[in-house]
């Protein structure tokens, strides 16, 4: 019996050692320096792409996209989730509507975006079918809009000559003309069965759209041409010598470029010096390999960084990193400490290479440090006093007091309990209750303020998460529908429904493009409002 037990023991530790074998293979592809030099070779594609078509605007979408261009180059960002694509889960967020897009595409003729995917895929899903259930579902609401407006004008016209046929002559017209398109267009590998389904919910969509208060007014006026979604990867043929006007098509195209080379594993590549291994979408998921590199930071220093081979590059980053870091920290700026994971050797064992001794030299002059930062404007939130961003800055103009969200920053000098207020709120797979608990102290401050006339910056790590929460609890709680601060009278005179606060962070998202306020934050707004509605009841 002895001999039959030993047989599944050996098979489990042969297949374990392939596991492993695999793993260690995944991990000696996947350095620093190869998904640099991947990035840099897929850069060149966009590049080329883009310049067919030079009047369109370029945008990345977040965070994959910011890699394969340099900053100047991109004219927006935009957040399109794979996940909202996925099959059997499809959607249209209200918290990700990314309307200055498409107001972009519109005053501009159309625009392309750049992403990538690991997966082996030619495109990541959030193109496949995100982004193409976007662009139908925008479309479809201008359509009534613009068919509601026809039956306004022919009511007034009615009432005024007592005919119908008086029109609104323009709507009319170019409601007939444009043969304004509202299909679903999916690429042709998304199988028929999805399309259906899909299509089934467009209408769903459109009148969640609808009612949560996004400005389709000026959606209607910027896009005279439909919305629609064009694929272009490294497998795409273009002949150059009949590269089409975007101006001659009857859609506003929305040109998605996958970056990335669509090889399901990494290949072997070959430079004048150095020998280096391919990573598709080398982009994605920055936070394990980047090591505190940023985009911005990439591009500055990129020919520094690919010449000095695969041996040198971790410590040519480190050095860069740690400079930038210091550069603002001299200054009071936001600059936390980047800790990177020990390198591993090729046999799993922990150790430091000789070579992390060797200092390479940086310059970083105050334009490269301004560049790196990263750091977005203030968006003004209407005219509300309130304004939203990252950490703050040196300077900061026009704020009166600030309210500080970010959990690793320091009070700055010069600032008074009056003025200043700092809650260390982390995101919610930190703690699932860090923002709820602090959302009290928050509206508090933000109330007295109002009520003194300051104004007020809301700000945190990045400005996209939990500072726009946090400005979506001060504006639900003390502010009217019109964006007018009420004090809170028009708070106890409605019910708090999502549909309410979805119509909130709609407003807030229209002037802070940047915002990207996740599911588990967005939750514990609600879930405060909830109990400081049930409070404030019990106190009248």
Not at 40 to 66: H, Q, Y
Request: glycine letters at 4%.
């Amino acid at each position: 019996m002895a001999a039959p037990a030993a047989e599944p023991a050996a098979e489990q530790s042969a297949t374990m050692s392939i596991y492993k074998a695999a793993r260690r293979i995944k991990r000696r592809a996947s350095t620093l320096y190869n998904a640099l030099r991947s990035v840099m070779e897929d850069a060149a594609f966009v590049a080329e792409v883009a310049a067919l078509w030079p009047a369109l605007p370029l945008a990345a979408n977040l965070r994959c996209g910011l890699w394969y261009a340099p900053p100047r180059d991109f004219a927006a960002t935009c957040y399109f989730k794979s996940t909202d694509g996925h099959a059997g889960n499809w959607s249209f967020s209200t918290a990700r509507l990314n309307l200055h897009l498409a107001l972009l595409a519109g005053d501009k003729g159309g625009c392309i975006i750049v992403d990538s995917t690991r997966r082996g895929k030619r495109f990541p899903d959030s193109m496949s079918k995100t982004i193409p259930i976007w662009c139908c579902v925008l479309n479809r609401a201008i359509e009534r809009y613009r068919l509601r407006a026809i039956q306004k004008g022919r009511e007034v016209s009615y009432k005024v000559f007592g005919s119908s046929d008086m029109l609104n002559g323009d709507a009319e017209n170019n409601s007939r003309s444009s043969n304004w398109d509202t299909s679903v267009h999916l690429p042709v590998w998304v199988l028929d069965t999805e399309k259906n389904a899909v299509e089934g919910r467009i209408e769903e969509w459109t009148d969640q759209f609808e009612s949560c208060g996004a400005d389709i007014h000026s959606l209607a006026i910027k896009l005279q041409k439909p919305l629609r979604p064009l694929w272009i990867s490294q497998r795409t043929r273009i002949w150059l010598n009949e590269v089409p006007e975007f101006i001659s098509w009857d859609f506003t195209p929305i040109i998605l470029i996958s970056a990335s080379a669509s090889d399901a594993f990494a290949t072997q590549r070959m430079s004048s010096e150095f020998s280096w291994q391919y990573i598709p979408g080398a982009g994605d998921d920055e936070e394990s390999w980047a090591r505190g590199l940023t985009p911005t930071l990439f591009w500055k220093h990129s020919y520094d960084l690919l010449d000095a081979g695969p041996d040198h590059c971790n410590q040519l980053v480190a050095d860069i990193v740690e400079k930038d870091r210091v550069y603002h920290a001299q200054r009071g700026e936001h600059s936390p400490q980047i800790t990177a994971k020990p390198l591993k050797s090729h046999d799993d064992v922990k150790c430091y290479d000789d070579r992390t001794s060797i200092m390479w030299p940086v310059k970083l002059d105050p334009t490269d440090a301004q560049c790196s930062n990263n750091v977005p404007l203030l968006f003004w939130i209407g005219t509300s006093n309130l304004a939203v961003s990252s950490t703050l800055q040196d300077a900061l103009v026009g704020v009166d007091c600030i309210l500080n969200c970010d959990s690793t920053s320091k009070l700055p000098p010069n600032s008074s309990e009056k003025s200043y207020l700092e809650l260390s709120i982390v995101g919610s797979k930190d703690d699932r209750f860090s923002l709820m608990k602090n959302l009290s102290k928050a509206v508090d401050f933000a109330k007295r303020n109002l009520i003194a006339g300051r104004k007020i910056l809301v700000c945190c790590q990045n400005g996209e998460d939990i500072s726009i929460c946090v400005a979506l609890a001060i504006v639900t709680l003390l502010f009217d529908d019109n964006g007018c601060f009420d004090n809170g009278n028009s708070f106890m005179k409605r019910d708090i429904t999502k549909l309410e606060m979805r119509k909130r962070l709609v407003f807030i998202c229209k002037f802070a493009v940047n915002a990207r306020p996740s599911r588990g934050n967005l939750k514990q707004v609600y879930g405060f409002l909830c109990n400081e509605k049930e409070r404030l009841s019990h106190l009248t």
